[in-house]
């Protein structure tokens, strides 16, 4: 079971890191760039937060698909969510480039970030589902 865990974790934060990388494919390398700045994002957010996370779940059992999924959105979304709370909301970091985010009020950058770093973890926790609990579940 725990080199299937390694695979599921080592699936979950690539699959995480996938996510804001995909919409730069056709500039290949800077798809690269966000996806292994991503790659390192992704893989302190499971050991900090997955990998506690589904120890206390799996007391009772492997967790289901339910769990992985709410579990991996968690992960991704609360601590950017956290972050908010300590940053300067005049400071602009959360829109990046004002061209990029045209016609997006200021207010509305504060869902983005907590947006794509939760698809990402539930994107993350699918994939540790797919890999390392769907075979423990049957």
Same mark, same amino acid.
């Given at each position: 079971?725990?080199?299937?865990?390694?695979? &599921? %974790?080592?699936?979950?934060?690539?699959?995480?890191? *996938?996510? +804001?990388?995909?919409? #730069?494919? +056709? %500039? *290949?390398? $800077?798809?690269?760039?966000?996806?292994?700045?991503?790659?390192?994002?992704?893989?302190?957010?499971?050991? !900090?937060?997955?990998?506690?996370?589904?120890?206390?779940?799996?007391?009772?059992?492997? +967790? &289901?698909?339910?769990?992985?999924?709410?579990?991996?959105?968690?992960?991704?979304? *609360?601590?950017? *969510?956290?972050?908010? #709370?300590?940053?300067? +909301?005049?400071?602009?970091?959360?829109?990046?480039?004002?061209?990029? $985010?045209?016609?997006?009020?200021?207010?509305?950058?504060?869902?983005?970030?907590? !947006?794509?770093?939760?698809?990402?973890?539930?994107? &993350?926790? !699918?994939?540790? %589902?797919?890999?390392?609990?769907? &075979?423990?579940?049957?």
């Amino acid at each position: 079971m725990s080199d299937t865990l390694g695979r &599921g %974790w080592l699936a979950a934060i690539c699959a995480a890191s *996938l996510v +804001p990388a995909i919409p #730069f494919v +056709p %500039w *290949l390398p $800077l798809a690269l760039a966000i996806f292994v700045a991503a790659f390192f994002v992704a893989a302190a957010h499971v050991l !900090l937060f997955g990998a506690p996370l589904f120890y206390l779940l799996s007391r009772r059992g492997p +967790p &289901g698909v339910a769990a992985a999924l709410i579990g991996g959105l968690a992960v991704g979304a *609360l601590p950017s *969510l956290i972050l908010i #709370f300590f940053m300067d +909301p005049s400071s602009g970091a959360l829109l990046g480039d004002p061209a990029m $985010l045209e016609g997006i009020e200021e207010r509305s950058g504060y869902f983005i970030m907590p !947006l794509v770093f939760g698809i990402s973890g539930l994107a &993350g926790g !699918l994939a540790f %589902w797919i890999v390392a609990l769907r &075979g423990a579940e049957g």
